[in-house]
């Protein structure tokens, strides 16, 4: 038997892996990274990690003994650079694996700006990878003047990391708000407020047109007609599905992502998806889930479905951001949201998203119990009155008898 073989060791290439052996799996099994670092946590490298105060060794997730004793062959720094599904094999160069089954969990690469609007510049960075941020830390020293492109939870926790080290930071976002395409006017409006009395420049609805300099970013051209003198840039303008030029190569379905099924298994039945970059059907859209819960959670159900368990994933999205000493916590999906319902308990605030009578999501901003609470009657599929949402003299948790 050739086994199993997993493209991509990160936060869901390593949760398959630890599932399967888990499982009971005890055939051969390959887990490839072209990074050359053990897997390791993503969301500390735009927080603590950024700002210094947490050290590499607490990213990684599994020490290297894990996959030494679970039989795990664990190949570094090593790009998959192409699958041959008629021969179940992929190869590494000139180096090929046989498999048996494959999964893909190649995560997503950062969107980058084009180079002839600066994007190859010297002092411009994206955000996804340990070796990225690495590459910036030396540029955070107090003074120095930041851009940061791109107003979504990456840019934000940037933003706030660059700001707390003493940085002069001016964040531009192209839509005309802040966090557009994942939250609510409200919750916008409270990051930003924090951002700005940290004092962040905020500007919102304003384009780069380009970043400027000759060989070294010193500027950038804004879609208003002003300048700016930057001394450095970080570009988080979002993702885009990994590992696509290699599953289209092998004749997999793309739609959104790596399109699969319930299972988790792509339009070859021999190979699997899990992770930022596949895609999966949730309440009639075909959708990715780009968090830590998604990966390890859909990564866990294609192990047990790649040994026969037939399980359908079902998704209990759940996130976080840090920005200063603001923890948000976000528990459901909000899409097709058309009422928000706010609750201000002093310091604590958190946003209900309703759809008529249906609670969909939560965003709960230093309020552990709204977050508690709304995460739980979500996947008990239970919706409070807004009404008693919004008072605060609801006691919480009594919604959830
Ligand atoms: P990844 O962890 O990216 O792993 C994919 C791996 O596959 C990578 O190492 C990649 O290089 C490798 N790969 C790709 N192609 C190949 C190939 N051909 N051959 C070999 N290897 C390949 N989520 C949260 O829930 N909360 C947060 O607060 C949060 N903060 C974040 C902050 C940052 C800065 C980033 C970048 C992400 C954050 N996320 C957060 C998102 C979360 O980290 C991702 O959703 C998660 O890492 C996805 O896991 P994955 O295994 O699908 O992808």
Known sequence: MAGIVVIGAGQAGSALVAKLRASGYDGALTLIGDEPVPPYQ?????KKYLLGEMGVERLILRADSFYADQAITLKLGQPVTRIDPAAKTVWLGNESIAYDQLALTTGADPRRLPAAAGGDLAGVYGVRKLADIDAMASEFQPGRRVLIVGGGYIGLEAAAVASKKGLEVT??????????????????DAVRALHQSHGVTIREGLGLTRLTGDT????????????????????GIGITPGGQALAEAAGLTLDNGIATDALGRTSDPAIWAAGDCASFVYRGARIRLESVQNAIDQAEAVAANMLGADTPYVPM??????????????????TGYDRVVTRDSGPARSFWYYRGATLLAVDAMNDPRGYMVGKRLIEQGKSPAPEAVADPATDLKALLA
Do not use: C
């Open 171 to 188: 964040l531009i976002e192209a839509a005309p708000r802040i966090l557009g395409r994942v939250a609510a006017p409200q919750t916008a």
């Open 216 to 235: 070294r970013v010193t500027g950038a051209d804004l879609a208003d007609g002003s300048h700016l003198d930057v001394d450095f840039a970080i570009i």
């Open 42 to 46: 993503r969301p500390p490298l735009s």
């Open 317 to 334: 999205p759940w996130f976080w951001s840090d920005q200063y000493d603001m923890k948000l916590q976000i528990a459901g999906l909000n």
